[in-house]
């Protein structure tokens, strides 16, 4: 019987869930549409529509990989989610150049 327990337990723990993502810019609140999200456990690339939305089918304790050009990386821990949540992507910070100081002459 406690066999059974750990067994329906350990089943329970690898159940999978529907979560609907989608992907917002945090300057503009448009979505993002050529982001990659990729479940951490099993390398699975998950498709994102046009308007910023992907369907993601994995365990809760899986971890999306977000990553957009321009923007910067973001792991999100699905345990920690609810079934329907956005991910506000920060644009990089882009360094600007440091004008070159003429060198002194002696």
Known sequence: MLLL???????LAQAQKNYAVMLID???GNPITTAT?????????IPISQAGNALVTTIPQDTLLVRATGYTDREIL???QSSA???????KIKNKPVAARPKKSH
Request: proline residues 3%; aromatic residues 6%.
């Open 5 to 11: 327990g750990f067994v329906l337990v350990a089943a």
């Open 26 to 28: 945090s300057k503009t």
């Open 37 to 45: 999200i990729k479940l951490r456990s099993t390398g699975q690339v």
């Open 78 to 80: 699905l345990a920690l």
């Open 85 to 91: 949540f956005s991910v506000v992507m920060q644009p």
